[in-house]
């Protein structure tokens, strides 16, 4: 049995000849310069960066319920401006984001924020459900530019501070996920729910404008086709069995994230609670002291503890339920499930990309973007089976729903963490590659 890598060369888990076709032909160069590592105020902006551009994929969930009288639609259908976003949003990962090893992404990150400013304009004089939906797909995609910067800052990053770097700009990205949906519920109570959109794409702008400026340059990229770049993506998927593995393990995350998430309004917006908008959207701020413990997650990764972490933020998913059930009728649980469930999925994001990010340096654009397409799949089908499941059971078929989610994530961790038998390798990582699986 293998074990998690933690050196930076490539790990080879599949055929010699899959390993040379991700190597030979798209080595990138290191990005780092001269000085590897990057200052605080460097990791800040990232952090920022991160946070804003993702936060396009949120601002919709507190005002669905919104968004669905304006246009006398059911939930499950106004469910689907969230479904379709994060589908969008796996399409960029798939497609946008392994050009970051052959772009140079000063370039090429305002030029994907400006599109989704366009898209954000688009949505907000949308005359119809459809239409809006629609331009959802185009908003989720844009919306990788977060995914752009993370594997950027890990390159910048030494090898020592990695794990912490990667956590204080995932801690950014998770704010920016958990406030966006604050903010669309404070700008969607005073200006209307389009207000939203519009503040969206201006948001955009300015960021394209800023990262223009100020991103670090990179030297020049490896001339491939860009057919050979995505086949490389799908090889180093095929060959890595720990990507494979993170990869289940943020789907599984991700989904009972969504189930939660995007059915939230609806309950919140009924009795017992008859909240607006501004109200709902606050409950974005309770989930976001959930995002302090990105950095922790990010130092235990360092110090080689992912295998307990896992199965320990893989417990708070599942359990989280619990109070969220009792929740439908009780502010207090209902505030508690939330903490507990973004604590439990962040801490499993952080750690898994943690975990990733050390398989193969020269191609952590693509690591990246195998590893949140299968995120924003679980995600997407998340926000589906929740949407559904809630018009047909509605809250405690909710609830059921993610706690079984998290259970599985559980049993594959507490497997995991069985067949390690605490096995260490030579740098003291007690990580298990799960090549029978």
């Excluded at 589906?384 to 259970?407: D, F, M, N, P, Q």
């Amino acid at each position: 049995m293998a074990i998690e890598p933690s050196s930076t060369p490539p790990v080879t888990t599949g055929s010699t000849a899959a390993y040379r076709t991700i190597q030979q032909p798209t080595s990138a160069p290191d990005v780092r310069g001269p000085h590897a590592g990057m200052s605080r105020r460097m990791v800040l902006l990232f952090a920022v960066a991160c946070g804003l551009s993702v936060a396009n994929l949120y601002y919709a969930q507190p005002i669905l319920d919104t968004i669905a009288r304006s246009f006398g639609a059911s939930p499950s259908t106004a469910g689907l401006v969230v479904t379709l976003s994060q589908v969008g949003y796996a399409l960029g990962l798939a497609l946008l984001v392994p050009l970051g090893d052959l772009l140079n992404r000063r370039r090429l990150i305002p030029v994907v924020l400006l599109v989704t400013a366009v898209g954000g304009g688009a949505a907000a004089i949308a005359p119809s459900i459809g239409l809006l939906v629609a331009v959802a797909v185009v908003i989720g995609a844009g919306s990788t530019v977060a995914q752009m910067l993370v594997p950027m800052a890990a390159s910048l990053a030494d090898e020592e501070h990695r794990g912490q770097v990667v956590g204080m700009v995932m801690s950014g990205l998770l704010l920016g996920i958990l406030l966006a949906r604050t903010v669309s519920g404070v700008v969607a109570g005073v200006a209307g729910w389009r207000a939203v959109y519009v503040l969206a794409a201006g948001i955009a702008v300015a960021l394209a404008v800023v990262l223009s400026r100020v991103l670090p340059r990179e030297s020049e990229r490896p001339r491939i086709g860009y057919a050979t770049l995505l086949r490389t993506t799908v090889a180093l998927f095929a060959s890595q069995p720990v990507l494979r593995r993170r990869a289940l393990f943020g789907a599984l995350g991700f989904a009972a994230f969504s189930v939660f998430w995007t059915t939230m309004a609806f309950v919140l917006s009924r009795a017992p609670y008859h909240y607006g908008d501004v109200t709902i959207g606050l409950f974005g701020l309770v989930g976001a002291a959930g995002a302090l413990c990105a950095t922790f997650a990010g130092r235990w990764a360092d110090r080689g503890l992912t295998t307990r972490t896992t199965a320990i933020f893989a417990l708070l998913v599942a359990t989280s339920f619990v109070a969220l059930w009792f929740g439908g009728r009780d502010l207090i649980m209902m505030i508690i499930g939330i903490l507990v469930l973004d604590v439990g999925v962040q801490g499993l994001q952080v750690t898994n990309q943690s975990v990733i990010y050390r398989l193969a340096p020269e191609a952590r654009s693509r690591i990246n973007s195998a590893y949140m397409v299968c995120y924003f799949i679980g995600g997407a089908l998340g926000s589906a089976l929740g949407s559904a499941t809630y018009g047909r059971w509605h809250w405690a078929g909710v609830c059921v729903l993610g706690a079984g989610i998290g259970g599985f994530a559980l049993l594959l961790a507490g497997l995991d963490a069985v067949r390690g038998g605490g096995r260490r390798s030579g740098a003291g990582r007690s990580d298990v590659d799960p090549t029978s699986w």
